[in-house]
């Protein structure tokens, strides 16, 4: 009989091994199924039961596939089960090994709303790495057929959410330089831009709409007036900048980037406290960073909406599961790219032509796909460490 290399037996120890060394309050009984579901919802790759029963059928082929699928049921929805404690502890041990390879010491934080249908509304913040965006914080509320639907907007949440992550980063290292990027659903929340840089003095780019009233001096001969970004003059296939406009009545000092290009149908707008020759490029970040995440915890990679979860704790969990594999797989896919020699046989192409075909989300999960129970043997570390890509 063949050697096999990476079973689910020994995935289950070194998962349980790692995450009992994360969360030491995890009883036994909690780890043993965690580190069996874990897998089975990477294997997977999707947040329907069924799908994720299918690589347990084989571990429990004593028991009915439907009592599987009623273990699945109460090990989420179980009140002392908490992965979100979990997840975020899992967040610490990353940042405590991460080292961003920049001379700058930029880090990039991209924010946004995720919606699972009308169930449930998701907060998310995301580092990026590379091309690709790494959930390092997220908030989970009601959606929109709740009537308490509305707390993931709210000024405080969102607030509070940035002032962890920014003590979390600086913990790490004060040195780190932070700017938070955001669509323009944030563009008009000024009480938010003034909490970044007065009271957290971090950077930010957000984009914006056009019908800011500023206070604008046309000429240097003429008097300063109120009109709207909108009017201001701009090139018609180039960025214009602006520094130190006066937004609103209150006169909030800020940059303005009016961004315009063949590929732009309308001007983009961007409000910043940094450069404005800087903002387009660093806004371009966000694309690549949190849009990714939610891709692939969707359409491309878990299909988050085919799950029939009604309860928000036990969603809450299986979204903290999810986000712990999507971090798992980024982390083996940053190995990959970082130890490219190690793994040149491993029978799939990442690059063409030097460019990524391959995202690290994608290149991670291949790889731990590849090694699962795998006559050959491939090296895959269980450690959940980070590289900045």
């Given at each position: 009989m063949r050697k096999l290399y990476n079973t689910f037996y020994d995935c289950v120890n070194n998962f349980d091994t790692f995450f009992y060394k994360i969360d030491n309050s995890l009883t036994k009984n909690q780890r043993n199924f965690l580190s069996d579901f874990f897998i089975a919802i990477t294997y997977s790759t999707s947040c329907n039961f069924n799908k994720i029963a299918i690589p347990l059928a084989h571990k429990y082929s004593s028991i009915k596939f439907d009592s599987i699928l009623k273990r699945i049921s109460r090990f989420l929805n179980n009140d002392k089960n908490n992965f979100h404690h979990l997840f975020d502890n899992i967040i610490k041990y990353i940042f405590s090994n991460?080292?961003?390879?920049?001379?700058?010491?930029?880090i990039f934080i991209s924010f946004d709303h995720m919606f699972v249908k009308d169930k449930f509304t998701i907060f998310m913040l995301s580092l990026k790495v590379g091309r690709q965006g790494f959930p390092i914080y997220f908030k989970v509320f009601d959606g929109k057929n709740s009537p308490n639907h509305g707390g993931a907007f709210k000024l405080k949440n969102i607030k509070s959410s940035l002032f962890y992550i920014?003590?979390?980063?600086?913990?790490?290292?004060?040195?780190?330089?932070?700017?938070?990027?955001?669509?323009?659903?944030?563009?008009?929340?000024?009480?938010?831009?003034?909490?970044?840089?007065n009271i957290l003095h971090d950077s930010f780019v957000f984009r914006c709409k056009d019908n800011f009233k500023i206070f604008y001096q046309p000429t240097s001969e003429s008097h300063k007036i109120w009109t709207t970004i909108h009017d201001l003059p701009s090139m018609k296939y180039h960025s214009t900048f602006y520094s130190n406009l006066e937004f609103t009545k209150k006169k909030l000092i800020y940059n303005l980037t009016i961004c315009k290009s063949d590929s732009h149908k309308e001007r983009w707008f961007l409000i910043s406290n940094i450069d404005p020759t800087r903002a387009k490029k660093f806004y371009a970040y966000r694309f690549g960073g949190i849009e990714t995440i939610f891709k692939n915890q969707k359409s491309n990679g878990f299909y988050l909406e085919k799950t029939g979860i009604k309860s928000l704790h036990a969603f809450d969990n299986l979204y903290s599961l999810t986000c712990i594999s999507l971090c798992y797989c980024i982390g083996l896919g940053t190995s990959v790219s970082k130890n490219s020699k190690v793994y040149k046989n491993i029978g799939f192409r990442t690059t063409k032509n030097h460019k990524r075909i391959l995202s690290l989300f994608h290149t991670g999960l291949r790889l731990f796909l590849l090694a699962f129970n795998s006559p050959k043997y491939y090296k895959i570390p269980f450690n959940f460490i980070l590289y900045d890509s």
């Open positions: 991460y080292k961003v390879s920049h001379e700058d010491n930029r920014h003590n979390l980063i600086k913990s790490f290292n004060s040195n780190y330089n932070i700017v938070f990027l955001a669509d323009r659903w944030f563009g008009n929340y000024f009480p938010l831009f003034n909490f970044i840089n």
